[in-house]
């Protein structure tokens, strides 16, 4: 489970990065957008990855730091 821990936590890191250099680039979708609309902008979904990237990366860190429970 650590070594799964790890890679979860590196891909959490990497795929957060890049998600934020890709979103920089592109235009801040507008407030007051509905979650179904959020994901059809191309700005929405690298914001959304990006969140996806921190919960793997939490998700890492647990693993690594309680491989076999408490």
């Keep these: 489970m650590r070594t799964l ?3 979860l936590l590196l891909v959490g890191i ?3 990065f890049y998600c934020s ?3 920089s680039e592109l235009t801040p979708v ?3 957008t509905a979650l179904g609309d959020y994901v059809r902008t191309e700005a929405g979904r690298f914001e959304l990855g990006r969140y996806l ?8 860190v647990l ?3 309680f491989p076999k429970g408490r």
Aim: glycine share 22%; proline share 4%; aromatic share 14%.
């Design 5 to 7: 821990g790890y890679l």
């Design 14 to 16: 990497v795929g957060f």
């Design 21 to 23: 250099a890709q979103m």
């Design 30 to 32: 507008p407030e007051g």
């Design 53 to 60: 990237s921190l919960m793997a990366g939490f998700i890492g």
């Design 63 to 65: 693993l690594a730091l």
